[in-house]
């Protein structure tokens, strides 16, 4: 079942369950999706990685949004971007730890042949594919830096 399908499934429950702040997160999702797919030049249906690529963007633009609330005082408006993030997250694969991000990028390092900082540019286009959607780019870079400062 394509992540479309499985959000238009989630949508009729939660308008059985009279959820509204879940069905909110799963409209924006779904609304999401057919925006790509209508995109100019894009192809029927979406592949796995622009899916993946489409919830992650909108998991940071929530986590950025609730991060503003928050330090505006705005508790109220934060608890709507925070639960809309939850139910975006239970789409997306699970994310790595710091130790397997660490573990992935030696790998990485030792694949390309870097000697050090100056070889961050290689190891982040590579590193960036490999945990696509499985870490946030900025914490694969602040380890990427560690990892070749270490070097």
Do not use: C, W
């Not at 694969?93 to 900082?117: F, N, R, W, Y």
């Amino acid at each position: 079942m394509s992540l479309k399908e499985t959000i238009e499934s989630d949508i009729k429950k939660a308008m059985l369950a009279k959820n509204q702040d879940d069905l909110r997160a799963l409209r924006a999702i779904k609304s999401l999706i057919l925006l790509a797919e209508t995109e100019k030049g894009a192809s029927a249906a979406l592949s796995s990685e622009k899916e993946i690529q489409l919830l992650t963007k909108a998991a940071k633009q929530r986590k950025e949004s609730a991060d503003i609330f928050g330090t505006q005082g705005r508790a109220d408006l934060q608890e709507k971007e925070l639960h809309e993030l939850a139910v975006i997250e239970k789409y997306l694969p699970k994310q790595l730890t710091k130790e397997e991000i660490i573990e992935k990028i030696k790998g990485v390092v030792s694949e390309i042949g870097a000697k050090g900082p100056g070889d961050m540019g290689k190891v982040m286009g590579v590193a960036s594919k490999q945990l696509a959607g499985l870490a946030d780019g900025k914490v694969i870079s602040e380890t990427v830096k560690e990892v070749l400062a270490a070097l």
